[in-house]
Every structure is written in C-alpha cells, then in structure tokens.
C-alpha cells in the first residue's frame, strides 16, 4: 500500500502563487492525480504525471520526482474560485493489478483578497 | 463530457435498515468504485467493478455489499445501516482496466443514518 502525506490546510492571497506538496511511500510507483473539489461537489481531474518533471496546464503545474516521492501542484495567479480541497492520489502496481490510485486526505487551500 | 449521476444528494436513513445508493455513468466505463470520504481521512476505496457482475473488494468493504447487473450501474448497498455509515458517498467511473485515465465522480450522497 502507499503512505501519501499532504499538508491538511493552506492560506493565500489572491493573485499570489501557493504551492501544495504530496509526499508517497509506495513500492511499485506507476502515476500521481491531483484533483480540485469544491465544497459540496465532485472531485474534477486536474494533471497526472508518471515521469518526473513538470507539466503545466495554464495556471496549474504539476510536478513529479519518483526518486524522491513527492509530488506538487503549484497555483499561479490565484483565484477566488481557487478555494477548494487539492487531493492527491498515488496508482500502486502492487494493488492486485488494479492499478486503482490511493488518496491523500487533502489540502483544504483558503484564497483571500 | 462524462456525466457520472448519483440518485440522491441527501439521504436520511434509521439504524438496522438497507439501505441502497445508486450511480449511473454514460460514456460506457468499464471500471466504477464506491468511496466513502470523511472529514480528516479523506477518500477511502469501498468497492470497485471491472466490468459488470465483476466486483472487488477495496480497502473498507465491511457492512457493505455491491451489485453490477449493467455495465452503466453501480449500486452500494448498506445491508444493515449504523450509524457510523454516516458518510459522504462518491461514486465514479474511469475507462480502461488498467488505465491511466482519471476517475470521474459524481457529486455525492451525504447519508445520515439515525
């Protein structure tokens, strides 16, 4: 199984840039989510990384370093809307080959003006 | 876009009674789960399906049970409803078996049991 480890609260000032790490201990790593979930909604895909680095998808970046466990999503720009719960979540090759992904408990981020 | 639908936002439910929750996807997914979330644990795997009347057990299936009759719906049911079922319940779908797609969920049932 995978101990994924998330810092449980977050503050920022809006237009500011957060950053929300994520650490893991797995022993057959194959791919990281970030999703974003707004109180009361379903949680929404936002990146998935499998090789380490960076990827970017307009004002969120996702970035990825297997040797060291650990994931970030990094926020530009903020938003009001950007307030929500950041969840991520770990795929295991040793969950019965399911390859189902295993979630942190989330960061809940508070943006204010 | 995938539209995953879940029968009831809000349920409230009495100690000792089955209960049963409902979710329906529409972009032919093979994989759909059951997961509970709650405040300070986050998401935890109930249930999932590979396919239908496939079902495999997740990481807290106890006090539950699933059925997968059609390949768009996913029941959960709460065979005997206690009070520490009381839960947020998000069901969701991905496509492939061993895919790397991401999952998609619904908005939940907030279910209280009494």
């Known amino acids: 199984g995978q101990n994924i480890d998330q810092p449980t609260e977050m503050t920022a000032t809006e237009g500011a840039i957060v950053q929300i790490n994520c650490t893991y201990q797995?022993?057959?790593?194959?791919?990281l989510f970030w999703y974003q979930q707004h109180a009361g909604e379903a949680p929404t895909f936002l990146s998935y990384n499998v090789l380490d680095g960076l990827e970017e998808k307009g004002r969120f970046s996702s970035f990825l370093s297997r040797s060291k466990g650990y994931s970030y999503l990094l926020l530009k720009e903020l938003q009001m809307k950007d307030s929500a719960s950041y969840l991520c979540?770990?795929?295991?090759?040793?969950?019965?080959?399911?390859?189902?992904?295993?979630f942190g408990r989330g960061t809940s981020l508070i943006v204010h003006p | 876009d995938v539209k995953v639908t879940q029968s009831s936002r809000y349920l409230v439910k009495r100690t000792g009674e089955k209960v049963f929750l409902e979710c329906v996807q529409d972009?032919?997914?093979?994989?759909m789960f059951w997961y509970r979330q709650d405040p300070g644990l986050g998401l935890r795997l109930i249930y999932f399906s590979y396919d239908v009347k496939m079902k495999e057990k997740g990481d807290i299936p106890e006090g539950y049970s699933v059925s997968r009759e059609k390949k768009e719906r996913f029941s959960l049911i709460l065979e005997s409803a206690s009070t520490n079922q009381t839960s947020m319940y998000l069901c969701?779908?991905?496509?492939?078996?061993?895919?790397?797609?991401?999952?998609?969920f619904g908005d939940g049932t907030r279910l209280s049991i009494l």
């Open positions: 797995t022993s057959g790593f194959n791919g």
């Open positions: 972009m032919d997914h093979e994989n």
């Open positions: 979540a770990v795929r295991d090759t040793a969950s019965g080959g399911s390859y189902i992904p295993t």
């Open positions: 969701g779908s991905r496509e492939g078996v061993n895919s790397n797609q991401p999952q998609h």
